[in-house]
């Protein structure tokens, strides 16, 4: 009987210390699971921290990028402001010139007759050489300055064209044909404005202007010559050279 008691509380204190063990490593395992559990718990707060980093990142870049774009643009605006300043200004100007546009039409006109006028006064008393189209010319330009279908800067630059005309016969030599004031057939020649002729066909005849009388003198067979070859000259039929011819002294 007594061996028995022994063998009970044998097995009594091994199953006892089998439980603790138990015990034992269920806490264990338990602690592993906490610890298994907090690190995945980390792992998944680092990730998140990582991803949160990452997009901090990226809008720092993009703001960065922003307040560079905003800079780029207020400078900008800052210049279209100024330009839109100019030309508010040149607007002003615009108008204010607009707004005088009636009153220099009606100084215009008046100065186109008075430039016509001069010039159909030049004419008449300048040296008389192609004087039929000279007059026609002025002629169109008071046409053209009743004419309502004209406007002011096409009436201004015909104007200026029979000027222009004007001061190239200064500059100029010219032959050509027409006929006397007693209808004779004549050769005319102009040298500028410095000198003109007339020669008859058959070379017997010629005279030169004389402005301060207005009439034709006569000149001697000596200048016969002379002022044929000045008349096939000017017509391109032979070089130019070096003549001998009456020409007036001009008056001081």
């Not at 330009?83 to 186109?112: A, C, F, H, N, Y």
């Not at 189209?133 to 169109?140: A, C, D, K, Y």
């Not at 034709?216 to 067979?221: E, F, K, N, P, T």
């Not at 010559?225 to 008056?251: C, E, F, G």
Request: glycine fraction near 4%.
């Amino acid at each position: 009987m007594k061996r028995i008691a022994v063998s009970t509380a044998a097995v009594a204190s091994i199953l006892l210390g089998a439980t603790a063990a138990n015990a034992q490593d269920a806490r264990l395992k338990s602690i592993v699971d906490e610890v298994n559990q907090a690190t995945k718990i980390a792992q998944a707060s680092q990730a998140t921290i990582d991803k949160t980093a990452d997009a901090t990142s990226k809008l720092y870049t993009e703001f960065k990028t922003v307040l560079k774009t905003n800079a780029g643009l207020r400078a900008y605006n800052a210049q279209q402001r100024r330009v839109i300043t100019k030309q508010e200004e040149e607007i002003e100007k615009i108008k204010r010139s607009i707004g005088q546009i009636d009153e220099i039409k009606r100084q215009v006109i008046p100065l186109m007759e008075d430039m016509i006028k001069d010039l159909s006064e030049f004419v008449e008393l300048d040296i008389p050489f192609q004087i039929d189209e000279r007059r026609e010319r002025l002629s169109n330009l008071t046409d053209v300055i009743d004419d309502p279908n004209v406007s002011d800067p096409e009436r201004f630059r015909v104007i200026l064209e029979a000027y222009k005309a004007e001061v190239q016969y200064g500059r100029s030599i010219n032959a050509y044909e027409d006929t006397l004031e007693d209808g004779r057939s004549v050769n005319f020649v102009r040298v500028g404005r410095v000198a003109f002729y007339y020669q008859t066909k058959d070379g017997k005849e010629t005279a030169t202007w004389d402005q301060n009388s207005r009439s034709w003198v006569q000149l001697g067979d000596e200048f016969g010559t002379p002022v044929k070859q000045l008349i096939r000259m000017a017509r391109s039929q032979m070089p130019i050279d070096v003549l001998t011819l009456p020409v007036k002294a001009p008056a001081q």
